[in-house]
Nanobody, 119 residues
Framework: QVQLVESGGGLVQAGGSLTLSCAAS????????MGWYRQAPGKQRELVAT???????NYADSVKGRFTISRDNTKNLVYLQMNSLKSEDTAVYYC?????????????WGQGTQVTVSS
């Protein structure tokens, strides 16, 4: 098991920046992929960005070029740097850990952090 705690959300004006952090309760070195997802009111949760244990990244088309995901395995932290924020980025952002252990898949989620972008 791993517990995830997000931080760094808040209110920002359009065009501004925020950095979200996700702190894991144990080493993330062996976790197959860490990611950020978001859910806006009335919408389904959607992928924002993922990063594998090898450092490969994947982004939703809507955030490419504006958001950057990174991980610090020494501190058990995952970051989401968000630049040029738009009102449509307003959502609750969730940290995710995806792990394969003994052939079984495990998904872990944080409690979420609110990001509100004012236009």
């Amino acid at each position: 098991q791993v517990q995830l705690v997000e931080s760094g959300g808040g209110l920002v004006q359009a065009g501004g920046s925020l950095t979200l952090s996700c702190a894991a309760s144990r080493s993330i070195f062996s976790i197959n992929a860490m990611g950020w997802y978001r859910q806006a009111p009335g919408k389904q949760r959607e992928l924002v960005a993922t990063i594998t244990s090898g450092g490969s990244t994947n982004y939703a088309d809507s955030v490419k070029g504006r958001f950057t995901i990174s991980r610090d395995n020494t501190k058990n932290l995952v970051y989401l740097q968000m630049n040029s924020l738009k009102s449509e980025d307003t959502a609750v952002y969730y940290c995710n850990a995806y792990e394969i252990v003994g052939g079984l898949n495990y998904d872990y989620w944080g409690q979420g952090t609110q990001v509100t972008v004012s236009s």
